[in-house]
């Protein structure tokens, strides 16, 4: 029995030592590798209304995790009249966190995309907490779209369905435009 843990363990050894990996020069042309990574990174980011400080951590090859506090878009209001109209726009402070899987990043590497800053579509799940005068709780699972631009901007598109609590449960359209600077 010895004699053959020996003698397995051996072969082991010899096969892994054997099968070196070349380096990037030396592989056949015909052999192609596609890398992508995901960063770590923290970002400031504005959207219609509301300005919010971010920190997006690595969790697992394509998850991540944003903790985002600022000031966050509550509400609109167009009023109108025969004679004028207007629109009002509300901020609360708020906290949120969200859970995000980009879907697509692999695809767009092996496609020769750019990838940089997290350059790719995703799915989200964000749960968020805002208050001013109340206490308002929400949850958006998104479908969005992330691009980045120069060395350190980025743009987000996201859309999903919101369920908010805020005394009572109603559902809402969530639509957003993120415009952030990544560092």
């Known amino acids: 029995m010895k004699r053959i843990l020996l003698i397995i363990s051996i072969l082991l050894y010899g096969i892994t030592t054997s099968a070196k990996i070349k380096p990037l020069e030396e592989r056949p042309h015909d052999v192609i590798t596609y890398e992508y990574n995901i960063r770590s990174n923290h970002?400031?980011?504005?959207?219609?209304?509301?300005?919010?400080?971010?920190?997006?951590?690595?969790?697992?090859?394509?998850?991540?995790?944003?903790?985002?506090?600022?000031?966050?878009?509550?509400?609109?209001?167009?009023?109108?009249?025969?004679?004028?109209?207007?629109?009002?726009?509300?901020?609360?402070?708020?906290?949120?966190?969200?859970?995000?899987?980009?879907?697509?990043?692999?695809?767009?590497?092996?496609?020769?995309?750019?990838?940089?800053?997290?350059?790719?579509?995703?799915?989200?799940?964000?749960?968020?907490?805002?208050?001013?005068?109340?206490?308002?709780?929400?949850?958006?699972?998104?479908?969005?779209?992330r691009r980045s631009f120069g060395k350190l901007w980025f743009q987000e598109f996201t859309v999903g369905p919101k369920i908010v609590y805020n005394g009572g449960l109603y559902f809402a359209p969530h639509v957003q435009y993120r415009l952030g600077l990544a560092f």
């Open 43 to 145: 970002s400031v980011s504005t959207t219609l209304l509301g300005l919010e400080y971010s920190y997006e951590g690595k969790v697992a090859d394509r998850w991540t995790l944003i903790g985002r506090a600022g000031l966050v878009p509550a509400g609109f209001a167009v009023a109108s009249t025969p004679q004028t109209t207007s629109f009002t726009g509300m901020m609360n402070i708020g906290l949120s966190f969200e859970s995000r899987w980009y879907s697509n990043i692999a695809k767009r590497a092996e496609c020769g995309r750019r990838t940089y800053n997290n350059s790719s579509d995703f799915i989200s799940m964000r749960l968020r907490a805002s208050a001013f005068h109340t206490l308002e709780v929400s949850f958006t699972p998104a479908y969005g779209i």
